[in-house]
């Protein structure tokens, strides 16, 4: 379950904002842990890195979002932050302290949602999924995040990965099978691309990390559909 904070100081808002993360989980059948602060002392004060998103108030009375942000980042450089403010220039400084981003006041609640899949989405490509796939002597363990992209060797696999090639036994089919619910895409016949690690799409070359690949033309509609889906979710 996502753990979810406001720190707001007006009882209105947090109350509205409250009932926006409600409204959200009927909507898209989410499930949220909600904690509530009046100020930004309160969060700060014995703070426990236990929260997965913050949504804070930058004015308040006692102490503003500002202080209060970097404050948690001296313990916590995971959570996610969301700035609430009635001024856009504040969103500036919000780079300091890692935001994700910022929402103007009065909070529409379209703006809210659209802010919070964005932070829904980024917890979800952190966690770590590993596929354990046969090598020569034994079994690997890759961590599918760090995948660039797969290709079609015969009767064999190779997969690009940060840590290096591991090459094993198997088709591209059943690999794009194991993969169906996570974001990988042909760009052609032999290789299956991780959308994640995309980087630039240009005429019929993508380049995913460090590799230029080619798009096929009987692969690009499909693949820069699934990209422009991909990328419409919200990327980091």
Same mark, same amino acid.
């Given at each position: 379950?996502?753990?979810?904070?406001?720190?707001?100081?007006?009882?209105?808002?947090?109350?509205?904002?409250?009932?926006?993360?409600?409204?959200? *989980?009927?909507? $898209?059948?989410?499930?949220?842990?909600?904690?509530?602060? *009046?100020?930004?002392?309160?969060?700060?004060?014995?703070?426990?890195?236990?929260?997965?998103?913050?949504?804070?108030?930058?004015?308040?009375?006692?102490?503003?979002?500002?202080?209060?942000?970097?404050?948690?980042?001296?313990?916590?450089?995971?959570?996610?932050?969301?700035?609430?403010?009635?001024?856009?220039? $504040?969103?500036? @400084?919000?780079?300091?302290?890692?935001?994700?981003?910022?929402?103007?006041?009065?909070?529409?609640?379209?703006?809210?949602?659209?802010?919070?899949?964005?932070?829904?989405?980024?917890? @979800?490509?952190?966690?770590?999924?590993?596929?354990?796939?046969?090598?020569?002597?034994?079994?690997?363990?890759?961590?599918?995040?760090?995948?660039?992209?797969?290709?079609? *060797?015969?009767?064999?696999?190779?997969?690009?990965?940060?840590?290096?090639?591991?090459?094993?036994?198997?088709?591209?089919?059943?690999?794009?099978?194991?993969?169906?619910?996570?974001?990988?895409?042909?760009?052609?016949?032999?290789?299956?691309?991780?959308?994640?690690?995309?980087?630039?799409?240009?005429?019929?070359?993508?380049?995913?990390?460090?590799?230029?690949?080619?798009?096929?033309?009987?692969?690009?509609?499909?693949?820069?559909?699934?990209?422009?889906?991909?990328?419409?979710?919200?990327?980091?």
């Amino acid at each position: 379950m996502i753990h979810i904070a406001i720190v707001e100081d007006d009882p209105q808002v947090r109350e509205q904002l409250a009932g926006y993360i409600r409204r959200y *989980e009927r909507q $898209f059948g989410k499930m949220f842990e909600l904690t509530t602060f *009046e100020d930004g002392d309160e969060i700060v004060s014995d703070y426990k890195a236990v929260y997965d998103i913050i949504l804070l108030d930058v004015q308040m009375r006692r102490m503003d979002g500002m202080a209060a942000a970097e404050a948690i980042r001296r313990v916590d450089r995971d959570v996610i932050l969301i700035f609430i403010t009635n001024m856009a220039q $504040f969103a500036i @400084r919000g780079y300091a302290v890692d935001a994700l981003d910022y929402i103007l006041k009065p909070v529409p609640y379209f703006a809210f949602s659209q802010q919070l899949q964005k932070a829904v989405d980024r917890l @979800r490509r952190r966690q770590k999924v590993f596929l354990t796939v046969p090598i020569e002597g034994g079994l690997r363990r890759i961590d599918v995040a760090t995948i660039y992209y797969l290709e079609s *060797e015969g009767h064999y696999v190779r997969f690009y990965t940060e840590d290096g090639d591991v090459l094993t036994p198997g088709s591209l089919k059943s690999y794009e099978e194991k993969l169906s619910d996570k974001p990988f895409a042909r760009c052609n016949s032999g290789y299956l691309v991780n959308l994640e690690q995309v980087l630039e799409v240009r005429q019929n070359t993508v380049q995913v990390g460090p590799h230029a690949l080619q798009i096929s033309r009987p692969k690009k509609k499909a693949f820069l559909e699934a990209l422009t889906d991909y990328i419409g979710g919200g990327v980091r």
